[in-house]
Structures are given as structure tokens and as C-alpha cells.
Nanobody, 114 residues
Framework: QVQFVESGGGLVQPGGSLRLSCAAS????????MDWYRQAPGKQRELVATITNGGNTNYADFVKGRFTISRDNAKNTVFLQMSSLKPEDTAVYYCHVYYYGDYWGQGTQVTVSS
């Protein structure tokens, strides 16, 4: 079993940046693929980015070139660096892993507005 605590969300102007963190309650060394999802009001949850233990990354088309996912296994933490933020990036962002079951964080709100 694993629990996540996300942080780093907030209110930012269009074009701004935020860095989200997802701290795990146990070592993530054995967790191959870790993900960030997001869910905007009235919309389905969608995959934003994934990272493997080997550092391979994949991004949804709508964030390519703007977001960067990374992980620090020594700190049991996954990050999402978000730049050039747009109002349509407004959502609750969730950390996720499938590790003998689905595990989700509680989410952190990101609001992009002037």
C-alpha cells in the first residue's frame, strides 16, 4: 500500500509556472510507471504525463513542450514542472501509480487566471 501527498498547486497568471510535488509514504524504487492526471470541473480525469523508473517520459499532446515530469527515488517524490500555463490547464492535479492496485493522491488545485 502507498499514500501520496501532493503539494505546489495554487493560483497563477497565464504564462506563469508552478511545480507540483507528490511525496509517497514508502519507497518508490519498485514502482515502475508513475503518472500525473488532472480533472477539470465537469470533465473526465485525463492523463497528463508518465515517467518510468528508467526515466522514460510521455506527455499528453496538450502539455508537450510546456510540462516536465521527473522523479527522485531517493526522496520518494515525483514532480511536475508546469510552464507557460494556460487557463485551460485549470484543474485538480493527481498523482497516481498502479502498484498491485490503483493508488491516488488527494489532488492539488491549479488555477490559471488573470
Amino acid at each position: 500500500q502507498v499514500q501520496f501527498v501532493e503539494s505546489g498547486g495554487g493560483l497563477v497568471q497565464p504564462g506563469g509556472s508552478l511545480r507540483l510535488s507528490c511525496a509517497a509514504s514508502r519507497t518508490i524504487d519498485s514502482m515502475n510507471t508513475m503518472d500525473w492526471y488532472r480533472q477539470a470541473p465537469g470533465k473526465q480525469r485525463e492523463l497528463v504525463a508518465t515517467i518510468t523508473n528508467g526515466g522514460n517520459t510521455n506527455y499528453a499532446d496538450f502539455v508537450k513542450g510546456r510540462f516536465t515530469i521527473s522523479r527522485d527515488n531517493a526522496k520518494n517524490t515525483v514532480f511536475l514542472q508546469m510552464s507557460s500555463l494556460k487557463p485551460e490547464d485549470t484543474a485538480v492535479y493527481y498523482c497516481h501509480v498502479y502498484y498491485y492496485g490503483d493508488y491516488w493522491g488527494q489532488g492539488t488545485q491549479v488555477t490559471v487566471s488573470s
